[in-house]
């Protein structure tokens, strides 16, 4: 539970103005506040009146939250609307960084970035430089928009390591949004269906005894289905580090989507060591999550060892994430300090255990990749497809290539230039 903030309520007399200032910077912060809300709120502040700071606190805090995971985005909204002394140091401190791994971003509390960023929405720009204006010739403005693209194209190919604070917050914006569908799986079960290929002679003889035995109509059952369930093993390294929050955040929302065809989401990072983080993805409030996750995993920008990992994966989680045909994406860039021999064998395990291995790989953003490296040359002939991971769009193939089976992505032509010697 977060203090009380010890803070200085304004006091020029407009309280329901700020009050609807405030549900504002709530909603872009990611709460679901609407009109109705705004006004219970005036009216419980109108009704209940408070002597105290703490009773505005609260008062607010009853109408305007309704998760725990909303709590602490409120209290840092708050803290830094109601003339917190330094609060916009403190947002623009937040902001003034390009790209931080998360175990850094950790530092600071959860959901203060986001905070900063809905009340920074609403900040005036400073004014434009005036032009002086010539005596002689009238000034001419001329625009040229012939190879202009639309800012919401050009984000989704811009690479992740490229943004800048702003363009990573519409591109999370973006993440949130993305589908990762997939196909159900066809099981021996069957069950009823009046269109359904096989007959069912069971419910059909049952039928027939309420009308003496005669059969009126023959019951029909067709294959069952179900939904495949989805393991992400993401790498943290250091190497990693410009992808890993996004990747992860695009996971968040993958795993908390309701009906999004996935019977369960488990997530995994690694880095020198195994980390599972499922239970920490299942929160609603993705800057939790992520800082829930971050606590956990204590190898952030650390090191490489994607075999050693692999092998802790394969002994202690297999057999109870990858039955009945489970996908795997592995997020890495196959740079692997260990012996190749090693993560060979574990990549070969890994994919006798799962119907799919998804590879994403950010370094296939140049277009000269090729596989020199050890790790890469040793993961390559045991995935089923290579994709890249370094963009919105990138994330956005991802769905074209979980919906065709047959999809290799970059795996045919590097195991092209394997076999040529490269």
Known sequence: MPSDPDLTLPDEGKLVHNITHFARALRRAGLPIGPGRVQTAIEAVAAAGFTEKTDFYWILHACFVNRPEERTIFHQTFRLFWRDPRYMEQMMALLLPAMRGVQEEDRAADAARRAAEALLADAEMPPAPETPESDDEELRIEVDATATA????????????????????????????????????????????????????????????????????????????????????????????????????????????????????????????????????????????????????????????????????????????????????????????????????????????????????????????????QGVRAMLPHVDTLRAGHSVASLEALAQALSDPKDRGEKTRLMAMLGAGD
Request: hydrophobic content about 45%; glycine content about 6%.
């Open 150 to 373: 639309s800012a919401e194209e050009r984000l989704r190919q811009l690479d992740f390591e490229q943004m800048t604070v702003a363009e990573a917050a519409a591109a999370r914006r973006m993440l949130t949004r993305l589908a990762l569908p997939v196909k159900p799986l066809a099981t021996r079960r069957l069950k009823p269906d009046a269109r359904g290929a096989r007959p069912d002679w069971r419910r059909t003889l049952r039928a027939s005894l309420r009308t003496g035995g005669e059969i009126a109509t023959i019951a029909r059952r067709r294959p069952a289905t179900r939904w495949p369930a989805l393991v992400v093993l993401c790498d943290i390294s250091g190497s990693m580090a410009s992808y890993s929050r996004m990747v992860l955040h695009f996971v968040h929302a993958v795993a908390n989507r309701q009906g999004q065809g996935w019977a369960r989401v488990h997530a995994f990072t690694f880095g020198t060591r195994l980390t599972n983080i499922t239970r920490h993805l299942r929160q609603r409030d993705v800057d939790a999550a992520l800082a829930a996750a971050g606590r956990k995993a204590q190898d952030w920008q650390g090191g490489t060892r994607i075999g050693e990992s692999l092998h802790a994966f394969n002994r202690d989680w297999s057999r109870r994430v990858l039955a009945q045909g489970a996908v795997v994406l592995i997020i890495t860039d196959g740079l692997d300090r260990g012996a190749p021999a090693d993560l060979a064998r574990e990549m070969e395990r890994l994919r006798l255990s799962a119907r799919r291995v998804v590879w994403i790989n950010p370094l296939l953003r140049w277009d000269g990749f090729a596989p020199r490296a």
